[in-house]
Every structure is written in C-alpha cells, then in structure tokens.
T-cell receptor, first 116, second 112 residues
Framework: NAGVTQTPKFQVLKTGQSMTLQCAQD?????MSWYRQDPGMGLRLIHY???????DQGEVPNGYNVSRSTTEDFPLRLLSAAPSQTSVYFC???????????????FGPGTRLTVL | SQQGEEDPQALSIQEGENATMNCSYK?????LQWYRQNSGRGLVHLIL?????REKHSGRLRVTLDTSKKSSSLLITASRAADTASYFC????????????FGGGTRLMVKP
C-alpha cells in the first residue's frame, strides 16, 4: 500500500494564480481531510469529506474548493492564490467514525506552497 | 478557535529524562488522539484514548485523560534523542460533527 500520497511536494505560485493540490489514498478510507500548517503552529482544518460526493467546510475554508468524485481522490483547489495561503498542506484519511469517534488518521507527506 | 491546546509550547530535556506534555480542550469528546511530527514530515499517530478510559500505555508512552478537567497528558519515559519532534493532540466535537481538530503542539527537544 502506498498509503496517502500528495503531489506536488513543492510549489511556488504568483498571486492570483490557481492550482490543484492532489491527494490520493489506497486504503479504502471514507473520511478524507485537508489541513494547513503555518510555521510553528498546529494544523487547521480546511475541508473534509465523509465519502464520495460529500464534502464540508472546516475551520478555514475561504479561498479553497474541494470535490470528492471517488473514494480514493480528494483534490484541493486554490482559486486565486494569495500570500496568506503560503503554508504546508497536509491531506489525511481514515475510516469513518466508529461509535461516534474518529479513528486513527493517516497523513500524507505534505505539499509546501509559497505564494509570491 | 482550536479545540485542543498543548502545554508547554516547547520543552527541552536530557536523554533519559521523562517528558510530559498536556492538552486541554473545550467541549465534550468521544476520544482524544496524540500524534508526533518529525521536522518536515507528516503526522504519525501515536495513541488513542476513549472518553471512558482514564489511562493508556503503549511502549514508553503513557496517556491519561481527565474528562472532568477536559485535559489529557502524554508522558514519554526514558526519552531518547530520536523522540525529538512536535507532539499534537487531536479531538473531535463529541456528537456535534465530523471535524477533527488539532492543537498547536509541543516542540520537544531531547539532548543527547
């Protein structure tokens, strides 16, 4: 199993450009999520999905779109990049909640994005 | 705002010493999880403790949960230089939703 994969590893954008961060998992996990991590800080939830065709907003969704057309893939789109979106982006996946509680999350290696 | 907050923000100890970090949260939870992040890498799951458990062990890790105080602690015994990393707690919102939120983390440095 490859686990959770993210591409690209690094990206530099100019303000106003758009791009898609890719995330894929091969563990048949229903739950997938995107976080951003700013220097010296924790992770903030951007968007999450509990299954194909279902997405929802997290703590900091503005400026980002997601879709979930398959169980395996959960791309994150930056519509019009801004310097404030410079960050490290992590994708995570897990099985759906068990007895109402979240399961162990599996994280990808991250994408380091710089917006100039 | 974040559900969980770790304390201290940074901790520096000598190899062989024990390291204790704490996590406080705001609302009721179903479980609480601890993760480790090595520099420049993704997070790795360490241990999960359910709301009806008070203590859990995994190797050199010991986690406690006090739901009355809405707090948890992670103890790493006999620390090693390889334990140098950031440690995060993650909590859900009880029955309220599907979000899993992380605290700001504790940066642990273990000096050889």
């Amino acid at each position: 199993n490859a686990g959770v994969t993210q591409t690209p590893k690094f990206q530099v954008l100019k303000t106003g450009q758009s791009m898609t961060l890719q995330c894929a998992q091969d563990m048949n996990h229903e739950y997938m999520s995107w976080y951003r991590q700013d220097p010296g800080m924790g992770l903030r939830l951007i968007h999450y999905s509990v299954g194909a065709g279902i997405t929802d907003q997290g703590e900091v969704p503005n400026g980002y779109n997601v879709s979930r057309s398959t169980t395996e893939d959960f791309p994150l789109r930056l519509l019009s990049a801004a310097p404030s979106q410079t960050s490290v982006y992590f994708c995570a996946s897990s099985f759906l909640k068990t007895s109402g509680a979240h399961n162990e999350q599996f994280f990808g290696p991250g994408t380091r994005l710089t917006v100039l | 705002s974040q559900q969980g907050e770790e304390d201290p923000q940074a901790l520096s100890i000598q190899e062989g010493e024990n390291a204790t970090m704490n996590c406080s949260y705001k609302t009721s939870i179903n479980n609480l999880q601890w993760y480790r992040q090595n520099s420049g890498r993704g997070l790795v799951h360490l241990i999960l403790i359910r709301s009806n458990e008070r203590e859990k062990h995994s190797g050199r890790l010991r986690v406690t949960l006090d739901t009355s105080k809405k707090s948890s602690s992670l103890l790493i015994t006999a620390s090693r230089a390889a334990d140098t990393a950031s440690y995060f707690c993650a909590t859900d919102e009880g029955d309220a939703g599907n979000m899993l939120t992380f605290g700001g983390g504790t940066r642990l440095m273990v000096k050889p």
